[in-house]
Nanobody, 122 residues
Framework: QVQLVESGGGLVQAGGSLRLSCEAS????????MGWFRQAPGKEREFVAA????????YYADSVKGRFTISRDNAKNAVYLQMNSLKPEDTAVYYC???????????????WGQGTQVTVSS
Protein backbone atom coordinates (compact mmCIF):
# COMPACT_ATOMS: atom_id res chain seq x y z
CA GLN A 1 0.00 0.00 0.00
CA VAL A 2 1.14 3.54 -0.76
CA GLN A 3 -0.42 6.69 0.65
CA LEU A 4 0.39 10.00 -1.00
CA VAL A 5 0.14 13.58 0.29
CA GLU A 6 0.82 16.56 -1.97
CA SER A 7 1.85 20.05 -0.89
CA GLY A 8 3.26 23.22 -2.37
CA GLY A 9 0.37 24.48 -4.44
CA GLY A 10 -0.75 28.08 -4.34
CA LEU A 11 -1.36 31.28 -6.27
CA VAL A 12 1.42 32.63 -8.47
CA GLN A 13 1.69 35.20 -11.24
CA ALA A 14 2.39 34.16 -14.81
CA GLY A 15 6.10 33.61 -15.28
CA GLY A 16 6.57 32.56 -11.69
CA SER A 17 7.59 29.25 -10.16
CA LEU A 18 6.23 26.70 -7.71
CA ARG A 19 7.59 23.45 -6.37
CA LEU A 20 5.15 20.68 -5.59
CA SER A 21 6.07 17.92 -3.19
CA CYS A 22 4.53 14.51 -2.72
CA GLU A 23 5.35 12.48 0.35
CA ALA A 24 4.61 8.78 0.31
CA SER A 25 4.15 6.27 3.07
CA UNK A 26 4.70 2.60 2.51
CA UNK A 27 7.74 0.45 2.03
CA UNK A 28 7.15 -0.14 -1.67
CA UNK A 29 7.55 3.50 -2.73
CA UNK A 30 10.97 2.94 -4.24
CA UNK A 31 9.60 0.26 -6.57
CA UNK A 32 6.82 2.45 -7.99
CA UNK A 33 6.82 4.75 -10.98
CA MET A 34 5.63 8.18 -9.86
CA GLY A 35 3.58 10.59 -11.88
CA TRP A 36 2.03 14.02 -11.73
CA PHE A 37 -1.33 14.65 -13.33
CA ARG A 38 -3.57 17.70 -13.36
CA GLN A 39 -7.22 18.47 -13.85
CA ALA A 40 -8.70 21.84 -14.66
CA PRO A 41 -12.41 22.61 -14.15
CA GLY A 42 -14.50 21.02 -16.87
CA LYS A 43 -11.54 19.17 -18.35
CA GLU A 44 -10.25 15.62 -18.23
CA ARG A 45 -7.36 14.65 -16.01
CA GLU A 46 -4.16 14.94 -18.02
CA PHE A 47 -0.64 13.64 -17.71
CA VAL A 48 2.04 16.12 -16.71
CA ALA A 49 5.22 14.19 -15.87
CA ALA A 50 6.46 10.82 -14.66
CA UNK A 51 9.64 9.25 -13.36
CA UNK A 52 10.43 5.54 -13.33
CA UNK A 53 11.54 3.78 -10.19
CA UNK A 54 14.45 1.79 -11.58
CA UNK A 55 16.39 4.09 -13.89
CA UNK A 56 14.82 7.39 -12.95
CA UNK A 57 13.82 7.98 -16.56
CA UNK A 58 11.62 11.04 -16.90
CA TYR A 59 8.69 11.72 -19.20
CA TYR A 60 6.85 14.98 -19.83
CA ALA A 61 3.75 16.21 -21.57
CA ASP A 62 4.63 18.42 -24.53
CA SER A 63 2.84 21.33 -22.88
CA VAL A 64 5.27 21.40 -19.94
CA LYS A 65 8.49 20.17 -21.52
CA GLY A 66 11.33 22.56 -20.80
CA ARG A 67 9.42 24.29 -18.01
CA PHE A 68 8.69 21.53 -15.48
CA THR A 69 11.11 19.08 -13.88
CA ILE A 70 10.16 15.92 -12.01
CA SER A 71 12.53 14.34 -9.52
CA ARG A 72 12.40 11.80 -6.73
CA ASP A 73 14.24 11.01 -3.53
CA ASN A 74 13.69 7.38 -2.65
CA ALA A 75 15.46 7.82 0.69
CA LYS A 76 12.85 10.41 1.68
CA ASN A 77 9.93 8.66 -0.04
CA ALA A 78 9.26 11.85 -1.95
CA VAL A 79 8.70 13.06 -5.49
CA TYR A 80 8.83 16.67 -6.61
CA LEU A 81 7.60 18.78 -9.49
CA GLN A 82 9.51 22.00 -10.10
CA MET A 83 7.35 24.28 -12.23
CA ASN A 84 8.94 27.31 -13.87
CA SER A 85 7.65 29.89 -16.34
CA LEU A 86 4.11 29.15 -15.25
CA LYS A 87 1.23 30.11 -17.52
CA PRO A 88 -2.45 30.72 -16.74
CA GLU A 89 -3.27 27.50 -18.63
CA ASP A 90 -1.27 25.57 -16.01
CA THR A 91 -4.03 26.36 -13.51
CA ALA A 92 -5.44 23.07 -12.21
CA VAL A 93 -5.53 20.68 -9.31
CA TYR A 94 -2.30 18.70 -9.41
CA TYR A 95 -2.27 15.08 -8.30
CA CYS A 96 0.60 12.82 -7.38
CA UNK A 97 0.18 9.15 -8.30
CA UNK A 98 2.04 5.86 -8.01
CA UNK A 99 2.08 2.90 -10.36
CA UNK A 100 3.95 -0.36 -10.74
CA UNK A 101 4.36 0.04 -14.47
CA UNK A 102 2.45 3.07 -15.75
CA UNK A 103 3.90 6.21 -17.24
CA UNK A 104 1.44 8.59 -18.95
CA UNK A 105 -1.83 6.66 -18.79
CA UNK A 106 -3.67 7.67 -15.62
CA UNK A 107 -5.66 4.43 -15.66
CA UNK A 108 -2.49 2.48 -14.87
CA UNK A 109 -1.99 4.37 -11.61
CA UNK A 110 -3.51 2.71 -8.57
CA UNK A 111 -2.55 5.18 -5.85
CA TRP A 112 -3.48 8.85 -5.79
CA GLY A 113 -3.02 11.82 -3.50
CA GLN A 114 -5.79 14.24 -2.63
CA GLY A 115 -4.49 16.94 -4.96
CA THR A 116 -3.14 20.45 -4.50
CA GLN A 117 -4.48 23.56 -6.23
CA VAL A 118 -2.20 25.58 -8.49
CA THR A 119 -3.55 28.90 -9.74
CA VAL A 120 -1.60 31.06 -12.18
CA SER A 121 -2.84 34.60 -12.63
CA SER A 122 -2.23 36.59 -15.81
Amino acid sequence: QVQLVESGGGLVQAGGSLRLSCEASGRTFSSKNMGWFRQAPGKEREFVAAITWRAGTTYYADSVKGRFTISRDNAKNAVYLQMNSLKPEDTAVYYCAASRTGVSNYQTYGYWGQGTQVTVSS
